[in-house]
């Protein structure tokens, strides 16, 4: 079946303008994560998804940034009036069952944005 | 979150095992022990998890040590496409909390 999609696959915007980055996970996948990884990084956590449950946004850096999921489908991240800092390869996971700790992570293949 | 100690590099040879060594002393009895990796350019991918066993799966084996304070993961014949970041990360429940990763270079 497919796999976790995320568009666009890049992104490249000027700085102060908003930008709205798309996820779709597996099907059937009641948990969906937002990650972001900066040149040469680790990944950081930035918002857990759990079926109705409000939402983990403990990794979101600023209040510039938010997301929403549509029940257990699409998920859009958006960052408000973006700066140069926000310039990261921002991934999407999702998994069958968050509150499972032995549940594997499925990722997608990322958009890259350039905040110039 | 409970915190692992990976070495920043390693090196093999290709068609040689593998063992990318895992620190985590403050593990939980709840914490299960999974492994991702990262190839060039792409999102990471699982690897396997264990909780006390050790694990086989088609990819690599974990040895998980008795008191659980640390763990191995074993590629049994390296190749040039395992050359990636792998991560060891203790998982209670929710989110990932990734750390800096081996780096694994595999030499032909």
């Given at each position: 079946g497919a796999g976790v999609s995320q568009s666009p696959s890049n992104k490249v915007t000027e700085k102060g303008k908003d930008v709205e980055l798309r996820?779709?996970?597996i099907s059937g996948h009641t948990?969906?994560?937002w990650y972001r990884q900066r040149l040469g990084q680790g990944l950081e956590f930035l918002i857990y998804f759990q079926g109705n449950s409000a939402p983990d946004k403990s990794g979101l850096p600023s209040d510039r940034f938010s997301a929403e999921r549509t029940g257990e489908s699409v998920s859009t991240l958006t960052i408000q009036r973006t700066q140069q800092e926000d310039s990261a390869v921002y991934l999407c996971a999702s998994s069958f069952e968050g509150t499972r700790s032995f549940d594997e992570q499925f990722f997608g293949p990322g958009t890259r944005l350039t905040v110039l | 979150d409970a915190k692992t100690t990976q070495p920043n590099s390693m090196e093999s040879n290709e068609e040689e095992p593998v063992h990318l060594?895992?620190?985590?002393?403050?593990i939980s009895g709840t914490d299960y022990i999974h492994w991702y990796r990262q190839l060039p350019s792409q999102g990471p991918e699982y690897v396997i998890h264990g909780l006390t066993s050790n694990v086989n799966n088609r990819m690599a084996s974990l040895a998980i040590a008795e008191d659980r304070k640390s763990s191995t993961l074993i590629l049994h014949r390296a190749t040039l496409r395992d050359a990636a970041v792998y991560y060891c990360i203790l998982k209670s429940t929710g989110k990932l909390i990734f750390g800096q990763g081996t780096t694994l270079q595999v030499k032909p």
């Open positions: 996820c779709d996970p948990a969906l994560y | 060594p895992c620190n985590h002393s403050t």
